[in-house]
């Protein structure tokens, strides 16, 4: 299996695979989600301080806040995963 690590912001970073979401924090839903996480010693704060911009949610039902925004570290995500199949010879047509 081939770990990926993806930059999350402030040097801190997260196995790529293991993403299932990454959302806004904005919503009510996303901060009792963040509330529980914290209740159930599953949430980890990587915002090194600064406000949060994006919650990332993983298989082990890990939260992790991160004070860069959701839509960049999609990006991030997406620009990662393309270099690796085109890498691979996977990508293109």
Do not use: C, W, Y
Not at 48 to 68: K, P, W, Y
């Amino acid at each position: 299996m081939d770990i990926k690590l993806l930059n999350i912001g402030f040097g801190n970073t997260v196995v790529a695979n293991r993403i299932v979401a990454i959302v806004s924090p904005s919503s009510a839903p996303m901060k009792r989600l963040k509330e529980d996480a914290k209740q159930a010693n599953k949430l980890i704060d990587a915002t090194m301080g600064r406000r949060t911009r994006a919650i990332i949610i993983t298989d082990s039902d890990h939260v992790i806040l991160s004070g860069v925004q959701a839509e960049t570290i999609a990006q991030r995500l997406i620009h990662d995963q393309s270099q690796k199949d085109g890498a691979s010879g996977k990508g293109g047509k």
